[in-house]
């Protein structure tokens, strides 16, 4: 995006600075993910990719990668209008960028996309959202798009049951932070989406999109084991976690 940023650019850009901080309430680590998701994507596909980015919100994920390669190309897929809003008003005029609106459970989907092939897909704290059986479909989906020496890269709440006392531990020390942050001032899901919900111009959206979506999601949250069988099952060469927190990875599946 180029040239001085008028009002209407300014005020989508605190929606979408206000969307950033929130996700960061629930996770302080969120910057880290996305330094080490372009890190890889530099690493296998170099510096001007073409990236699907997928469950694209307010487009965080194509934010940051404008920021540090110029050149890419993104497409950003959602089925959320209130969000999708925020996206097409922060990135107004930038043709770098295409937004397309579609439900990922919906088996036509790709049909919606400019091209037939990527050099990276990515995704973040989104596809949780979906039940491991439509995830193993997408997943399957994903690996028709992807390039042969292409990624896909999902960044997501990946839980390991077989280590239940330290889930407990850092469950309970997360929530002690973020109930600190929250005593000093910070926004969470419910107070975000009440604060677009007022705004006159994102209220119409907001509403559909508790209509689609209801107030949250109810999807599975499987290993990073079961990710990375399921990528390979679908058709990618290898895959494994290339960072994790506690309680989060980033899978990166190469085809």
């Not at 001085?4 to 309430?25: G, N």
């Not at 119409?204 to 990073?224: K, L, Q, V």
């Amino acid at each position: 995006m180029s040239g001085a940023p008028t009002p209407e650019r300014l005020r989508w850009r605190a929606w979408q600075d206000s969307w950033d901080r929130q996700q960061e309430w629930y996770m302080p680590d969120r910057e880290e993910r996305f330094r080490v998701m372009l890190d890889m994507v530099e690493a296998l596909v170099g510096p001007e990719p073409r990236v699907l980015d997928l469950a694209c919100g307010t487009g965080s994920i194509t934010d940051r990668l404008f920021q540090r390669f110029p050149a890419a190309t993104s497409t950003g897929v959602d089925l959320d209008p209130a969000l999708l809003a925020i996206a097409g008003g922060y990135f107004a005029d930038d043709t770098r960028l295409t937004l397309v609106r579609a439900d990922l459970k919906d088996p036509d989907w790709t049909a919606k996309l400019p091209y037939e092939s990527y050099d990276a897909v990515l995704t973040a704290t989104a596809l949780h959202w979906l039940h491991s059986e439509p995830l193993a479909v997408l997943y399957g989906q994903i690996a028709g798009l992807v390039r042969p020496g292409g990624v896909f890269m999902n960044a997501d709440h990946m839980t390991d049951d077989s280590t239940p006392r330290i889930n407990a531990a850092e469950r309970a020390h997360r929530h002690r932070e973020m109930d600190r942050a929250k005593a000093e001032g910070a926004v969470d899901w419910a107070d975000w989406w009440d604060l677009a919900a007022k705004d006159p111009e994102l209220a119409g959206p907001t509403a559909e999109r508790f209509a689609i979506y209801g107030e949250h999601a109810d999807g599975d949250t499987p290993s990073a084991a079961w990710h990375a069988k399921t990528l390979t099952d679908a058709g990618f060469g290898e895959a494994r976690p290339v960072w994790s927190s506690p309680s989060d990875s980033l899978m990166l599946a190469l085809k």
